[in-house]
């Protein structure tokens, strides 16, 4: 892949988690544009609930690099795993993801 990357990822989170915990990762995934150069755009938000409960994920992220590099630099980049760590996993039930190359 030599073209922009984006990669989408979704979170299904457990039943016990609070809306606290929720908006945290929104907060958090946000935030993250500001503390990793490599990424050029982010939307990320909890499901609008347009479907019947329970059949979609919880939380969507979508996000933007130049490159396959950068996504490798924000995948492994000590901010983007601690709040993984103390924030996401916590509270995840499943998760599910993709990343392919913008036309």
Known sequence: MTGR?????????VESAT??????????????????PAIKAISCNHDAGFAPPGSNFDFCACVDFDSA???KVYQ??????????????PILKARSAVQFELE
């Open 19 to 36: 809306a606290a915990q929720r908006s945290a990762v929104k907060e958090g995934l946000a935030a993250l544009r500001g503390s990793i």
């Open 5 to 13: 990357i984006r990669h989408v990822v979704m979170f299904q989170f």
């Open 76 to 89: 492994t980049h000590p901010v983007h795993q601690q709040l993984i760590a103390d924030t996401i996993k």
């Open 69 to 71: 590099e950068d996504y």
